[in-house]
């Protein structure tokens, strides 16, 4: 299914002629609109009239998280200040938020994509949809929204309530889509089981968008099982508009990144140089068609890489494979470089772990994991409980190589955050 075929399919010529004439349009714009462009630009001896092709964006400099919170609040808005119509931030927890501004057309964009994405998961306006994700300054709740509506589905904006009240929405609404977390997906997987609910015969559930937080194929798998629903992979973040910047179609073989609206770069994330097709490194994107704030050649520092490859869903927008991990979360333990998503890798694939786990270091750099059991893990028998553990660790070691130590504690025992999931606690700089 389409929302808008013929930019879906373009053919790559014409596709990447698109993406260059935005390209110099926006540098044009951001060059003599934002006073942190032009220094940046005259810093990098670059003019917006040396852009004649896509290869030159390597030319322009880098754009970083940290450049956002420095000129916070305003200090990359390319428009008059009544042109600004939605003020979105990162959550900043670690200081300053990070600001996006948002004018009419961006907002319209931003649903045009989001609309794209549902429909070619097979959404269409016969579907009730339940967005269980917050609104408010995060970006995810209403985007996601404006595009169900463009849709035409039946809304229905609970964002993360309780469980009690999500589930009577699900039986009195009929809800057949969710947009959910996915460690409250699991989590609301086993509330269901505890209330006897059989997702499969007793709700209308279908399909199931996820995002928001980083997840492995093993847990988009468990979530599948435990909902008996399609689960699709979302990738965005609030600098490009939130959700819907890449989606999987109905072949779940990679997120089309929307190219169209940006332009994608793999690099090394040490050296900051391009790498070839296929290989992973740090993602940066360039919008195109943003209107109130423009960022140029953004570090996500999210890892991923291109996967070169046609889809067959006849989409001519370059693929991503799913993101392995972010620069910033990596762990440095003994030496040794770990994304928490490896340990989620293979604590999703035992059945007899249940979804909740907390990576803890501490001491001289100690990792233990403590991981909950699954509701029927545990039968009573503590050598089972010990032959479990032994071959948690054994599998935990051959993939990071750090040998961590394995607590498994009881199911339900971790805490369970509405928003998302809290998954390493490093206690070493304490």
């Known amino acids: 299914m389409f929302w808008d075929r013929e930019s879906e399919i373009l053919a790559r010529p014409l596709l990447e002629r698109l993406q260059l004439g935005h390209l110099q349009e926006t540098v044009r714009r951001v060059a003599r609109r934002v006073p942190f462009y032009r220094q940046k630009f005259a810093e990098a001896g670059v003019k917006p009239e040396d852009i004649k092709s896509l290869d030159d964006v390597r030319r322009l400099p880098f754009t970083t998280g940290a450049d956002l919170r420095a000129i916070y609040p305003n200090g990359l808005v390319a428009v008059e200040a009544h042109e600004a119509v939605r003020l979105h931030t990162s959550s900043g927890t670690t200081g300053k938020p990070k600001a996006v501004f948002f004018s009419r057309r961006d907002i319209r964009n931003s649903a045009e994509l989001m609309a794209r994405s549902l429909v070619m998961t097979g959404v269409t306006n016969k579907d009730v949809f339940q967005n269980m994700m917050s609104y408010g300054l995060f970006t995810g709740g209403l985007i996601m929204h404006y595009g169900a509506e463009r849709v035409g589905c039946l ?105 169209d609206h940006f332009l994608l770069e793999i690099i090394d994330p040490a050296a900051g140089e391009p790498l070839p097709e296929g290989q992973p490194g740090e993602l940066v994107l360039t919008t195109l068609r943003r209107e109130a ?116 504690v009881p199911a339900g025992s971790l805490p369970v955050a509405e928003g998302k999931a809290k998954r390493v606690i490093d206690r070493r700089s304490l």
Not at 358 to 372: F, P, Q, S, T, Y
């Open 155 to 259: 809304v229905i904006p609970v964002g993360p309530g309780t469980s009690e009240r999500q589930l009577m929405l699900m039986q009195d609404f009929g809800t057949t889509a969710v947009h959910i977390l996915p460690s409250y997906a699991l989590y609301f997987a086993g509330f269901l089981a505890q209330r006897g609910v059989n997702p499969r015969t007793d709700l209308t559930l279908r399909r199931a968008f996820v995002g928001a937080e980083p997840h492995t194929e093993e847990t988009r798998r468990r979530i599948e099982q435990a909902l008996g629903v399609d689960v699709y992979n979302s990738y965005g973040l609030t600098e490009m508009n939130g959700p819907g910047v890449a989606f999987e179609c109905e072949h779940k073989a990679g997120l089309h990144l929307w190219e």
């Open 293 to 408: 704030m423009p960022l140029i050649r953004y570090r996500t520092r999210d890892i991923t890489s291109i996967i070169p490859e046609p889809c067959l869903c006849g989409r001519t927008h370059h693929r991503l494979n799913r993101i392995s991990g972010r620069t910033d979360d990596m762990l440095i333990v003994r030496g040794v470089n770990i994304f928490p998503q490896q340990v989620e890798r293979i604590l999703m694939s035992m059945p007899q772990v249940g979804p909740n786990y907390v990576i803890i270091l501490d001491g001289l750099d100690d990792m233990a994991v403590k991981v909950e059991l699954a509701a029927a893990g545990f039968d009573g028998d503590v050598e089972h409980l010990d032959t479990l553990r032994r071959q948690l660790v054994e599998k935990l070691k051959t993939e990071l190589f750090v040998r961590p130590n394995v607590e498994l």
